[in-house]
């Protein structure tokens, strides 16, 4: 089977061509704009590059946020007119904390009592999830501050993943850190096998954007 994720919703944009759990074929390019002006092209690239069609594909998983407000709407606009032009395509919505998660549940020896993903905002705060040794959330996704995020976590032995990771250890912790993970961008392979699990296991999410603020504007006087 057949499988495409894709994700513009932080500052990269990312595709991945999957058959089963392998991947085939992917792209990633790290830039804060214009992520959705290049999705589109870069799609057609990579499906004509492996001679397949949107036909030939069974399922689509875009990356539903956080992030900003632009990459948020685009990619899951473009989800959706994929799946409105084939309706035989499944379309599927994963949160980053979701997919962020799946290196975990492929790498069980790095669980730790409380596992953090930790994802840039590009503020003072941060997006944040705290999940337990089973994966199962411990807290709702939410956006906080260094201090109010601290406090979850003593006590424990802590796990840490994210593209926020190395802003956020830029302080002092003293936390019992157990396995560390920085990432310039979320990998989209693990978006592609959390919207795999979801598939086989029929329950996937319809994408609705998470949106954790409200977006940046300004108002003229």
């Known amino acids: 089977m057949y499988s495409l994720a894709f994700d513009t919703t932080a500052a990269a944009c990312s595709i991945a061509l999957l058959r089963d759990d392998k991947t085939v074929a992917s792209f990633s390019r790290l830039m804060d704009f214009?992520?959705?002006?290049?999705?589109?092209?870069?799609?057609?690239?990579?499906?004509?590059?492996?001679?397949?069609t949107f036909a030939d594909l069974r399922l689509l998983t875009v990356c539903t946020g956080p992030g900003s407000f632009t990459g948020v709407r685009a990619g899951i606009s473009a989800a959706r007119s994929f799946g409105i032009a084939c309706p035989e395509l499944t379309v599927c919505g994963v949160d980053a904390f979701a997919a962020y998660a799946v290196h975990w549940a492929c790498n069980p020896e790095e669980i730790a009592d409380f596992?953090?993903?930790?994802?840039?905002?590009?503020?003072?705060d941060f997006y944040y999830q705290i999940?337990?040794?089973?994966?199962?959330?411990?807290?709702?996704?939410?956006?906080?501050?260094?201090?109010?995020?601290?406090?979850?976590?003593?006590?424990?032995?802590?796990?840490?993943?994210?593209?926020?990771?190395?802003?956020?250890?830029?302080?002092?912790?003293?936390?019992?850190?157990?396995?560390?993970?920085?990432?310039?961008?979320?990998?989209?392979?693990?978006?592609?096998?959390?919207?795999?699990?979801?598939?086989?296991?029929?329950?996937?999410?319809?994408?609705?954007?998470?949106?954790?603020?409200?977006p940046d504007v300004c108002v003229k006087a």
């Not at 214009?34 to 397949?52: A, C, D, R, Y």
């Not at 199962?136 to 032995?157: C, G, N, V």
């Open 34 to 52: 214009g992520q959705s002006e290049l999705l589109i092209p870069e799609i057609k690239n990579i499906l004509e590059q492996n001679n397949l």
């Open 115 to 124: 596992n953090l993903v930790v994802i840039e905002t590009k503020r003072e």
């Open 131 to 214: 999940f337990d040794k089973s994966l199962k959330p411990l807290t709702e996704p939410s956006a906080a501050m260094f201090e109010d995020i601290l406090p979850q976590l003593r006590y424990k032995k802590v796990s840490i993943i994210g593209d926020g990771v190395e802003r956020f250890l830029m302080r002092p912790t003293n936390l019992s850190l157990h396995c560390i993970g920085q990432m310039g961008a979320l990998p989209v392979e693990y978006l592609g096998a959390a919207g795999l699990r979801q598939f086989r296991a029929k329950r996937t999410d319809y994408p609705k954007p998470l949106y954790l603020r409200a």
